[in-house]
């Protein structure tokens, strides 16, 4: 398999000189709840529904020092990032491995935040300091030089004193110090972006933001707005949504009585793209813990096994979106929303409109009549379908300048062009 780089336009990704549409699940907890046999179950699943990345963490949020792994193992000797455990490690090589076989990449998040910035969780260690982040990251970088993977410094924690940088900055130099020349974004805490937290840093090859889990959550699009237009131009890429079945969480992080469902993730995926996004990343609730009573308590109201987790709409439905944006050309696309004239809606209702070299793609959140501007483009009429988002088909459609959109974010519009050249990839805003 080969590596996945930025390309020239720095507007996505490339793998095998194709481009690469990044589908990734946030499996953060994959390394420590499951056992051999489950990962490999639950890699099967994600296989099977299209995502080609899975994200997880080495050393897992709050309790990698007080549960180990299925095998008994933990991350570290003495909690000391320069003594990593070689048994923790063989089981991280087997999941990469695993991965592979799969046709999946693995994103490897070197730590969560929480143990350089122990907010949210003050009983937790902070055990990195700028050198032995370094010693840990050339550790990294050594193991892992020439292997297909990506790497996520970070960890959803603020970057908000200069030492917290400092540890960040040499971990991911010391990864690269020792050939580990990879892919490399950085997780956020919610309602912030890594251009926020870090977003001068050399070794950050894309923007990624974090939406977040609250009731109020802006959408992933509002985030691709706010990151496209940036002067230091990079691809972006949500890379925490609400998480489906995630009780939406009201002020003091307190649960509203009301889960985040399919429509929320096919809506942040599929006007994030149109926005400008180079991909995007699922997330479930009861999967990035891997929930089971049987080996930890519930964490933020998860009340799924994840077996039957995995089989969610939503994770069912991505993989339709991947396979229609490449087959689309999803890396010409360019935000298009001054087409919309009529219809436009606004927040999480708000439609999208791009235009790549061959195709035009219209969706909605919501039924509505939609009027589109078509000037300029040499429409081939007969070609236009709609794309039904929830079960992957596809039936005939009228480009009229008025288009009635069936269904509560169901139906995503596509009509062929006969290849307007593309002049920029500057983003139109909202207005």
């Known amino acids: 398999m080969g590596s996945i780089h930025v390309h020239a336009s720095k507007r996505f990704f490339v793998k095998d000189d194709r481009p690469f549409f990044y589908l990734a699940d946030t499996a953060w907890n994959l390394a420590q709840h499951l056992t051999r046999e489950e990962a490999e179950h639950f890699l099967t699943i994600r296989s099977r529904q299209g995502f080609n990345a899975v994200m997880f963490t080495l050393i897992p949020e709050n309790t990698a020092f007080t549960t180990p792994n299925r095998d008994g193992d933990f991350p570290l ?10 048994a923790w490690f063989a089981h991280i090589d087997w999941l990469f491995e695993t991965c592979h076989a799969k046709g999946i990449t693995p994103a490897l998040l070197p730590s969560w935040g929480c143990y350089w910035n122990n907010l949210w969780a003050p009983d937790v ?35 908000s004193k200069y030492d917290q940088i400092l540890i960040l900055r ?16 950085l997780h956020t805490p919610g309602w912030s972006s890594s251009y926020d937290h870090g977003g001068q840093e050399a070794w950050l090859d894309y923007n990624g933001w974090q939406s977040g889990h609250m009731t109020n959550s802006l959408g992933s699009d509002d985030w691709a707005d706010r990151e496209y237009n940036r002067a230091w131009v990079r691809p972006i890429l949500e890379m925490e ?25 096919r809506r942040d995926l599929y006007t994030s793209v149109l926005a400008g996004s180079c991909g995007h990343t699922y997330g479930c609730n009861d999967i990035w813990q891997f929930h ?49 004239l009529e219809g436009l809606g606004e927040g999480l209702l708000r439609a999208r409109c791009a235009v790549g070299e061959s195709h035009v793609a219209v969706y909605a959140p919501t039924a509505r009549t939609i ?19 929830v079960n992957g088909e596809r039936t005939s459609a009228r480009h009229d300048e008025s288009i009635d959109v069936p269904g509560d974010g169901v139906w995503l519009l596509v009509v062929p062009h006969a290849g307007t050249p593309r002049t920029s990839h500057k983003a139109e805003r909202n207005g």
């Open 77 to 86: 000797h003495h909690q000391d990032p320069a003594q990593p455990n070689e």
């Open 125 to 159: 260690p902070m055990i990195f300091t700028p050198e032995n982040a370094r010693i840990y990251g050339e550790y990294l970088g050594r193991r892992y030089a020439g292997k297909e993977i990506t790497w996520i410094i970070g960890g959803d924690r603020p970057v």
């Open 170 to 185: 040499n971990m991911a130099e010391g990864i690269k110090s020792q050939g580990a020349d990879q892919l490399m974004g």
């Open 241 to 265: 949504p609400p998480y489906e079945n995630h009780p939406m969480m009201l002020e003091g992080w307190v649960p509203s009585g009301t889960r985040f469902d399919d429509w929320r993730v």
């Open 292 to 340: 089971d009573d049987a080996v930890h308590p519930s964490i933020t109201g998860s009340n799924l096994h994840w077996r039957e987790a995995a089989e969610l709409p939503g994770a069912n439905q991505v993989g339709h979106a991947r396979r229609i944006f490449e087959e689309i050309g999803f890396e010409s696309f360019v935000p298009a929303q001054s087409r919309i």
């Open 371 to 389: 009027k589109i501007d078509w000037s300029g483009l040499e429409i081939e009429p007969e070609s236009a379908f709609w794309f039904d988002t």
